[in-house]
């Protein structure tokens, strides 16, 4: 019997490994999701932080606390602002109270008996004036006044029919606006109120945090950004030569090759890359001169991609088992 060298024993060895883990041949691609960021509509400080980069968050967790002084204070100036223009309304609404309309009585009364006076003085004085018993300026002071008072009267009179009728519906529709101006203006204010809370906008993992406790946050800056977890699709890259091989709609079988596990899935896009665009296959195969074509494929209904990381490569091959 021939006896076996060491080097042969390692020769074997190493062949008996390499075809355990023998690679799956196809199209290498990449496991992609839709990217998020989440911003804040209005300037703030962070005073706490609920999340940390890594974490699977759902829609509507709480990621970060917000400290908006300018916004609580226009909060309660609207608060303030509404209280007073209801309280405009109700009063427009239901007229003049029993003490403002005794109040304006006494004062009719008042102007009343100035005005009989001063008609009665006005009388006398101008007989004595037709008669030359009087000069001129006296009978003209005494007219003023008799003009004055008679003035004074029917503003107070007029003032009076109009609390006893009660108000105008224009001065009433007029109430009804501002009352309802201010309660916009307090809506407003509660919206930027709640924007304190900044919330994830749909279930995602968080993949960077830019700012953190203490720091400052402008409109519109990405304060977090991640991927969406339930929309996952896959992306592989092909040379001219070999995408004529699928059309949109044919169904693939994706394999992850490290995982081992398969999944049933759909083309639904084919498109050029740009000369320079970036390659989702790590080496493709492709000459210089030709184009380079993107397909995007999606999971079928059923499939459970959730627990594939993004990123993650995978392997695309068609129903019929070629490459």
Known sequence: ???????????IALLAVACQNKPIEGIQGKVKRDAL???SKYPGRIIEMYAI???QVNKGDTIM???MPEVEAKLNQANGAVSAAKAQYQMALHGATNEQLEHVMAKLDAVTEQYNYAQKSYERINNMFKDSMVSVQQ???VYMKYQSA???YNGVKAKYEEVKKGVRDEK????LGTYERAKGALEEAQVAYAERFIVAPQNMTIETIALHEGELVLPGYGIAT?????????RFTVSESRVGEFSIGDQVKIISPFTRQEYQARIVSIKQLTRYADVTSAFPEYELSESVYELKASPMQGEDVTELLTNISVILKNQSGNE
Do not use: I
């Open 1 to 11: 019997m021939k006896t076996l060298h060491f080097w042969q024993f390692a020769m």
């Open 37 to 39: 960021m989440v911003v």
């Open 53 to 55: 980069e890594g974490q």
């Open 65 to 67: 606390l917000l400290d």
């Open 139 to 141: 009978h003209d002071e």
């Open 150 to 152: 008679k003035a004074q």
């Open 172 to 175: 009433v529709q007029m109430a």
């Open 226 to 234: 991640g991927y969406r977890l339930s929309e996952a699709f896959f």
